[in-house]
């Protein structure tokens, strides 16, 4: 979304400017990592289950069984959601029931191997006591968020 450029009159896309991520890979992998800022990322289960429940299975179904659509996240949610509809976007609800086993089984293979553990700058910045609870952390929603649901 950053490296978008624009007409500012018309909004058609005029430009992009940084192919690093650029790759071969199915409509869900967007929800994965990209979106973030218009709220349509398809974060890990258990970390916002309205807007996670919102993406999978629609904002008016996931809002009206829901008491927190007070979510501040929400209403730019649901423009984005709206505005991709028109734009004939596929969007999470859209790719049901395929995509929610692959969104945890990618969530899961993150924490397997989070990135963070991989920057030297952050385990320094972390210490010792930060990298081990951040470890435990990960290790106990692996336990809880995935194996367990899973069956192991």
């Known amino acids: ?4 450029l ?14 690093s991520f650029s790759h071969i890979a199915s409509v869900a992998d967007e929800y994965f990592y990209s979106f973030d800022k218009v ?16 993406l999978l299975y629609g904002f008016e179904k996931a809002t009206a069984k829901d008491d927190s659509s007070d979510d501040p996240k929400l209403p730019t949610a649901m423009v984005r959601d709206e ?24 969530w899961f ?11 030297p700058k952050v ?7 930060g990298t081990h609870a951040m470890r435990a952390h990960i290790e106990d ?5 995935y194996l367990k649901p899973w069956g192991y």
């Open 1 to 4: 979304m950053h490296n978008l």
């Open 6 to 19: 624009f007409d500012p009159e018309t909004f058609h896309i005029t430009g992009l400017l940084d192919f």
């Open 39 to 54: 709220r349509g990322l398809l974060i890990p289960p258990g970390a916002d289950d309205s807007l996670r429940r919102s």
């Open 83 to 106: 505005e991709f509809l028109l734009a004939g976007v596929r969007r999470p609800v859209d790719l049901m029931p395929r995509i929610e086993p692959l969104s945890k089984l990618y």
């Open 109 to 119: 293979v993150q924490n397997i191997s989070p990135a963070l553990f991989f920057i």
């Open 123 to 129: 385990r320094t910045k972390m210490g010792p006591a």
């Open 141 to 145: 929603d692996l336990k809880r968020t």
